[in-house]
């Protein structure tokens, strides 16, 4: 089997969640949120011998690769497929609190490359870009079906895009002539629509627009808040949970998260007394975002813009969610 995706910063996850530093069980259990082709979890499978990992993931066509490539494993791999936040939210009652936790929000390059789901502006292909290719509305139903203005508060809000209005614009002018259905056609609109010297700057004109739609399509920014905080509770005190993230505003829903875990009191000022435990419940482990080496720059270019956050649970977090501090989001 063909393995197109390289999984980012791997040595520096290998080593912020290594079972190894830590008094856990002989048999310590990982959850790789985000299992994709599975490279995250090969490498920590082959390195600790004793380490059991379920992979978690919302595509079951990249979870059957993954399948295939870790069978070799047997027993100590398990598999669900579905969306992070639902499987945390409603955790397995026969599986035991994970030691390890790790989620890494970049997209498989095998869904640019291999999914045939217009996730790519470099391909002519169906204008879908869902995860879960049965469930929710596509990227052409967002395209062809959302007001002028929801369209170009939607790319500005999720891809930071200044020429928003006038794609959202030109977007809406294209589809008076028939609906738009194709990766394509819509990189095409985006390309005429901005100007000249836009078009030939070091990233597509495109990328914003399309990051965007894939954003909205699988609801990646409302997931991330619930399952942060889901995954952080069932998480075993003492265990440790790791976050790729790729653009700013997934870390800044991260970094606020780990910040409040790891302070002293969350209460509001007008609280009259602290209701929240007034003590920790984690220690943050990377005091920055631990960023891709210059080695890893040059083979694997996705990594340019990842970040990786660990912390590691002192105690449970009841409180602290109750009182809301589980998603500072946009």
Same mark, same amino acid.
């Given at each position: 089997?063909?393995?197109?995706?390289?999984?980012?910063?791997?040595?520096?996850?290998?080593?912020?969640?290594?079972?190894?530093?830590?008094?856990?069980?002989?048999?310590?259990?990982?959850?790789?949120?985000?299992?994709?082709?599975?490279?995250?979890?090969?490498?920590?499978?082959?390195?600790?011998?004793?380490?059991?990992?379920?992979?978690?993931?919302?595509?079951?066509?990249?979870?059957? *690769?993954?399948?295939?490539?870790?069978?070799?494993?047997?027993?100590?791999?398990?598999?669900?497929?579905?969306?992070?936040?639902?499987?945390?939210?409603?955790?397995?009652?026969?599986?035991?609190?994970?030691?390890?936790?790790?989620?890494?929000?970049?997209?498989?390059?095998?869904?640019?490359?291999?999914?045939?789901?217009?996730?790519?502006?470099?391909?002519?292909?169906?204008?879908?870009?869902?995860?879960?290719?049965?469930?929710? %509305?596509?990227?052409?139903?967002?395209?062809?079906?959302?007001?002028?203005?929801?369209?170009?508060?939607?790319?500005?809000?999720?891809?930071?895009?200044?020429?928003?209005?006038?794609?959202?614009?030109?977007?809406?002018?294209?589809?008076?002539?028939?609906?738009?259905?194709?990766?394509?056609? !819509?990189?095409?609109?985006?390309?005429?629509?901005?100007?000249?010297?836009?078009?030939?700057? %070091?990233?597509?004109?495109?990328?914003?627009?399309?990051?965007?739609?894939?954003?909205?399509?699988?609801?990646?920014?409302?997931? !991330?808040?619930?399952? !942060?905080? %889901?995954?952080?509770?069932?998480?075993?005190?003492?265990?440790?949970?790791?976050?790729?993230?790729?653009?700013?505003?997934?870390?800044?829903?991260?970094?606020?998260?780990?910040?409040? #875990?790891? *302070?002293?009191?969350?209460?509001?000022?007008?609280?009259?007394?602290?209701?929240?435990?007034?003590?920790?419940?984690?220690?943050? #482990?990377?005091? %920055?975002?631990?960023?891709?080496?210059?080695?890893?720059?040059?083979?694997?270019?996705?990594?340019?813009?990842?970040?990786? *956050?660990?912390?590691?649970?002192?105690?449970?977090?009841?409180?602290?969610?109750?009182?809301?501090?589980?998603?500072?989001? !946009?």
């Amino acid at each position: 089997m063909e393995i197109v995706h390289t999984p980012v910063l791997l040595q520096e996850c290998l080593h912020y969640l290594s079972p190894e530093d830590e008094p856990f069980s002989e048999k310590p259990f990982m959850i790789d949120s985000t299992l994709g082709e599975g490279g995250h979890s090969n490498a920590f499978l082959a390195k600790f011998a004793n380490l059991r990992v379920l992979g978690l993931d919302a595509d079951s066509s990249i979870q059957s *690769r993954a399948k295939e490539r870790l069978a070799c494993y047997g027993d100590r791999m398990q598999f669900f497929n579905g969306w992070f936040n639902d499987f945390y939210e409603n955790y397995p009652a026969e599986l035991p609190a994970p030691d390890l936790i790790l989620f890494d929000l970049g997209i498989s390059v095998y869904h640019y490359e291999k999914s045939g789901r217009g996730f790519s502006f470099m391909r002519d292909e169906s204008l879908d870009m869902r995860l879960n290719p049965d469930a929710g %509305k596509s990227a052409a139903d967002l395209v062809n079906e959302m007001s002028e203005k929801d369209l170009a508060d939607m790319i500005y809000l999720y891809a930071e895009e200044k020429y928003s209005r006038r794609i959202a614009q030109a977007i809406v002018q294209a589809r008076n002539g028939g609906n738009i259905v194709s990766s394509k056609a !819509l990189a095409d609109i985006i390309y005429n629509a901005v100007p000249a010297k836009y078009r030939h700057e %070091k990233i597509h004109p495109a990328t914003r627009t399309f990051q965007a739609l894939r954003i909205a399509v699988n609801s990646e920014l409302n997931r !991330l808040p619930e399952a !942060l905080q %889901k995954a952080f509770d069932v998480l075993a005190c003492g265990g440790k949970m790791g976050v790729i993230t790729f653009h700013s505003l997934e870390d800044r829903i991260v970094k606020n998260y780990f910040r409040n #875990l790891a *302070r002293e009191c969350v209460c509001p000022p007008e609280f009259p007394k602290c209701v929240c435990g007034g003590k920790p419940c984690a220690q943050i #482990l990377t005091r %920055k975002p631990v960023s891709a080496s210059k080695e890893e720059l040059d083979m694997n270019s996705p990594s340019r813009s990842a970040k990786l *956050r660990v912390v590691r649970k002192l105690c449970d977090a009841g409180l602290r969610h109750k009182i809301g501090i589980a998603g500072e989001g !946009l």
